[in-house]
């Protein structure tokens, strides 16, 4: 099950069957299923608190995911701070609509056992973003 829940900001608009499908697709093409997904849509302020709690960084971010997978069934909550998707948006001249779609599926690639944070695995990580993000864009 994929759920999206919105707290202390306004739902972002989007259609969530669609993408719920594209999650699924996603996730078949990484051998995996999904399980139990949850987005979380937060403010900055929030996801400042989630870090400094739950990661030991004080600093502010666009996503945390937190993996409950198992094998090849993927799972967990996902938080997402729509002020810092909307920051980098305006940042790397793109909408907030595709940057929301390539944080909504960076959170799954984490999931599907994808990291970003050594040497090389960035770009890695994007070449995996933007494949997934081809895919949204044949889907109906």
């Known amino acids: 099950m994929i759920e999206f829940e919105a707290e202390g900001v306004e739902m ?3 259609d969530n069957a669609r993408i ?5 697709e996603v996730a078949a093409r990484h051998d995996r299923k999904v399980r139990d997904v949850c987005y979380r849509f937060i403010g900055d302020e929030d996801m400042l608190e989630a870090n400094r709690r739950f990661v030991g960084h004080d600093y502010y971010t666009d996503i945390i995911t937190f993996d409950y997978s198992r094998g090849d069934k993927i ?3 996902i938080f997402i701070s729509v002020d810092t998707v909307a920051t980098n948006a305006d940042k790397f001249g793109v909408s907030f609509e ?6 909504i599926i960076h959170g799954i690639l984490h999931l599907c056992g994808i990291d970003d944070k050594g040497p090389g695995e960035r770009e890695i990580m994007e070449a995996n973003e933007n ?3 081809a895919i949204y864009d044949t889907m109906e």
Do not use: Q
């Open 98 to 103: 595709r940057e929301l779609l390539r944080v």
């Open 75 to 77: 799972g967990g909550d």
């Open 20 to 24: 719920s499908r594209w999650i699924l």
């Open 131 to 133: 494949d997934a993000l």
């Open 12 to 14: 972002p608009r989007f």
